[in-house]
């Protein structure tokens, strides 16, 4: 199975405050990673698909990048309603899997 | 308005059958891949499997293979989710999801709202 490795696994910053979540693959997925936001008792929502393409309807301040089996999403100006846990997943391989997630929250 | 409604929450015995739901509303249910998500109390997310409402193909995680069972019914648009026989460590929220796919990328873009299942002696 292809391990997908996320850090941190939880941080508190400020409000305004640019966030960087890095998500590391076991092995290349070229750029079969996609992104999720699940605020607390709620679904999980797409953010981010193949890496970098904005998910329709979701905030520009939200971002992903690859640098080969690296991968990134960035919050450019964290807002109150980013509070909750991000996770990616890799579709290049089955099984699908997913990182462990990392949480937000605000300080 | 596209949409996956899912089955209320559920309370079972050790070795009780059970199977959930995932309604489609808004789209054509054969037109896209289903896909089941568990997520154990406070843990991350992990795939169960996904299946073709069209022609039932379908793929499992090796971790759920053999214990869990994938199907769709056309004619309601509804997936389905079903145990034989549950044990203590099902207990968790399960959510279906709609695949779409970006080239050879395979995403989950609609949710369900989940449906907890619950199993104690």
């Known amino acids: 199975d292809i391990q997908m490795t996320q850090s941190p696994s939880s941080l508190s910053t400020s409000v305004g405050d640019s966030v960087t979540i890095t998500c590391r693959a076991s092995?290349?997925?070229?750029?079969?990673l996609n992104w999720y936001q699940q605020k607390p008792g709620k679904a999980p929502k797409l953010l981010i698909y193949?890496?970098?393409s904005l998910q329709s309807g979701v905030p520009s301040r939200f971002g992903g990048s690859a640098s080969g089996t690296d991968f990134t999403l960035t919050i450019s100006t964290l807002q109150p309603e980013d509070v909750a846990t991000y996770y990616c997943?890799?579709?290049?391989?089955?099984?699908?899997?997913f990182g462990g997630g990392s949480k937000v929250e605000i300080k | 308005d596209v949409q996956l409604v899912q089955s209320g929450p559920e309370v079972k015995k050790p070795g009780e059958s059970l199977r959930i739901s995932c309604q489609v509303f808004?789209?054509?249910?054969?037109?896209?891949?289903i896909t089941w998500v568990r997520q154990m109390p406070g843990k991350g997310l992990e795939w169960v499997g996904s299946?073709?409402?069209?022609?039932?193909?379908?793929n499992y995680s090796p971790s759920f293979q053999g214990h869990v069972t994938m199907s769709a019914d056309k004619s309601i648009s509804t997936a389905y989710l079903q145990w034989s026989s549950l044990k203590a460590s099902d207990t968790a929220m399960y959510y279906c999801?709609?695949?779409?796919?970006?080239?050879?990328?395979?995403?989950?873009?609609?949710w369900g709202q989940g449906t907890m299942v619950s199993v104690s002696s």
């Open positions: 193949a890496a970098s």
């Open positions: 999801a709609r695949r779409t796919s970006s080239g050879w990328n395979d995403a989950f873009d609609i």
């Open positions: 808004g789209y054509r249910f054969s037109s896209f891949w």
């Open positions: 092995q290349s997925i070229i750029t079969y």
């Open positions: 299946a073709d409402p069209d022609d039932s193909y379908s």
């Open positions: 997943q890799q579709s290049y391989r089955t099984p699908v899997t």
